[in-house]
C-alpha cells in the first residue's frame, strides 16, 4: 500500500506537508494553520484502517485532507469510502483542493458539517469500521459517546493528541481506559494516539464507573 502510492497523492501530501511545517514556525494563528498529523501518523492511520472490519470509514475533521490521503489508500486496498466531516469554510476550501488535486474523489465524501449533528455520523445506518477523530480537544468526550455504540465488532477508533493533548483529554482516555465495551491503548507514535477496539460487550453496556 505504502510502496505504490499515485503520484497525485504523494504530491498533495508533500504540499501539505510543507505547508504545516512552516505554519508551525511562522507564528500563523492556531485557528489558520492545517494541524495535521506527521506522516509517521498517518501510514499508521492507513494501516488499522486496513485492517479494520467492514463497515463504514468516518472522519471528524478534515483539515486540509492530509490524514483523508493516507485512509484513502486504505479505503482503495479494501474498496471502500472514506466520508469526512469539516466545520471551517476554509479548511473546506482546502480539503475540496486536496480531493481534487489527489484524484481521490472515488473513495472519498467531504462533508461540510458538524459531524456530531449530522444524520450520517448518527445511528440508523451500517456499523462503523473505522473511525479517525481529530477535532477540537472539547468534543472529544461527545464524539466518543456516540461513535463507540456505533461500531462494528472489532472497529476501531483512534483519537489524535492523546499524549500531547493529555491535560485536556484526560479524562476521555480514562473513561475509554476503562470502558467494557472497548479495549483500549495509547500509542506513542505522532503526538499520541488513543485507539479504541469494540469487543463483543453488549450495546447496552456503557462505560465504567
Known amino acids: 500500500m505504502f510502496h505504490s502510492i499515485p503520484e497525485p497523492i504523494q504530491a498533495r501530501m508533500h504540499v501539505l506537508e510543507a505547508t504545516d511545517s512552516r505554519d508551525r514556525g511562522d507564528g500563523t494563528p492556531r485557528m489558520e494553520r492545517l494541524r ?17 472490519p467492514p463497515g463504514r470509514v468516518v472522519e471528524i475533521g478534515t483539515s ?5 490521503l493516507w485512509l484513502s489508500l486504505a479505503c482503495r486496498a479494501t474498496r471502500r469510502r472514506l466520508t469526512t466531516y469539516e466545520l471551517l469554510p476554509d479548511k473546506i476550501a482546502l480539503a475540496r483542493e ?11 465524501t467531504l462533508v461540510a458539517g458538524d459531524a456530531l449533528l449530522h444524520e450520517g455520523v448518527g445511528g440508523g445506518l451500517d456499523p462503523i469500521g473505522f473511525c479517525f477523530l481529530d477535532a477540537e480537544k472539547e468534543v ?42 472497548v479495549d483500549t491503548l495509547v500509542v506513542p507514535i505522532g503526538r499520541g494516539e488513543l485507539v479504541c477496539r469494540r469487543t463483543d460487550a453488549r450495546p447496552e453496556d456503557g462505560p465504567g464507573a
Open 36 to 52: 495535521q498529523v506527521p506522516p509517521e501518523t498517518g501510514r499508521f492511520l492507513a494501516l488499522l484502517a486496513a485492517s479494520a
Open 64 to 68: 486540509a485532507g492530509y490524514s483523508a
Open 98 to 108: 486536496t480531493f481534487a488535486a489527489a484524484e481521490v474523489s472515488d473513495v472519498v
Open 140 to 181: 472529544y468526550a461527545e464524539a466518543y459517546d456516540l461513535i463507540v455504540p456505533q461500531l462494528a465488532p472489532g472497529g476501531l477508533l483512534v483519537a489524535d493528541n492523546a499524549l500531547s493533548h493529555a491535560d485536556d483529554l484526560g479524562p476521555m482516555i480514562d473513561r475509554a481506559l476503562r470502558d467494557p465495551r
